[in-house]
Nanobody
């Protein structure tokens, strides 16, 4: 089984920065894609950023230019650097991973979430 563990959330003032981390544990053969989603109270979960195995990155319009997604050399950890945070960024942030765990099996896994709160 593959498990994802997010960390790095917290309380910051508007304009501040946080870096979220997502570590994938367990055995898998191939990294396909990982991304960050967020869900604010009363709102639908939305995609924030994603990175594919070939390094292609996508960002939501609301975070473009402020957030950066990256992956470490071991390809088991993905980061989300969040700069110039705004109160509307307040949400629970979830890590998502699409991994090939066997030659015939692909899994879509979610982390437990980490709270990001931005005060004004």
């Amino acid at each position: 089984q593959v498990q994802l563990m997010e960390s790095g959330g917290g309380l910051v003032q508007a304009g501040g920065s946080l870096r979220l981390s997502c570590v994938a544990s367990g055995r898998y053969f191939r990294f396909l894609a990982m991304g960050w989603y967020r869900q604010a109270p009363g709102k639908q979960r939305e995609s924030v950023a994603m990175i594919t195995s070939d390094g292609v990155r996508n960002y939501a319009d609301s975070v473009e230019g402020r957030f950066t997604i990256s992956r470490d050399n071991a390809e088991n950890t993905v980061y989300l650097q969040m700069n110039n945070l705004k109160p509307e960024d307040t949400a629970v942030y979830y890590c998502n991973a699409v991994l090939k765990i066997t030659t015939a099996t692909i899994t879509n896994s979610w982390g437990q979430g980490t709270q990001v709160t931005v005060s004004s």
